[in-house]
């Protein structure tokens, strides 16, 4: 059980207002990036929010992945975007491809700011 999980928090998101509005758009340009890097998605689902008052409501977005998950969380009315990409390593090493996912994911929301995270999960040898 070894692989990479990244994570970045976005800011003051510049895109469109449609992608952190729609989630459909949202999930097509995950399912988009995710075939772009040469990993494989199994599975979608897009979730999204009601208004319950005057700002937009944003969404969740999944991708399954052979290689584990992409999801990503709109909050239109912060113009702000959580991401997270994890990929397990146990039969080759795809930390590249979950990088050039998460950098394709956060040049579609063009952030003013951003948080990014790295974690290394696991490890090849099984603790005793």
């Keep these: 059980?070894?692989?990479l999980h990244l994570t970045a928090d976005l800011y003051s998101c510049r895109c469109d207002p449609a992608w952190l509005?729609?989630?459909e758009q949202g999930l097509g340009a995950c399912v988009v990036a995710v075939?772009?890097?040469g990993l494989q998605a199994v599975a979608q689902l897009a979730h999204a929010f009601a208004a319950l008052?005057?700002?937009p409501?944003?969404?969740t977005?999944?991708?399954?992945?052979?290689e584990s998950h992409v999801c990503?969380?709109?909050w239109p009315e912060q113009r702000a975007v959580t991401l997270d990409v994890y990929v397990c390593n146990f039969s080759a090493d795809h930390s590249a491809k979950a990088n050039a996912l998460m950098d394709s994911l956060l040049t579609l929301f063009m952030p003013v700011q951003v948080t990014r995270q790295?974690?290394?999960?696991g490890s090849f040898a099984v603790p005793a």
């Design 1 to 3: 059980m070894q692989g």
């Design 21 to 23: 509005l729609d989630s």
């Design 61 to 66: 977005a999944t991708v399954l992945l052979a």
């Design 72 to 74: 990503l969380h709109t």
């Design 57 to 59: 409501a944003g969404y």
């Design 53 to 55: 008052g005057a700002p």
């Design 118 to 121: 790295a974690l290394q999960r």
């Design 35 to 37: 075939r772009s890097v």
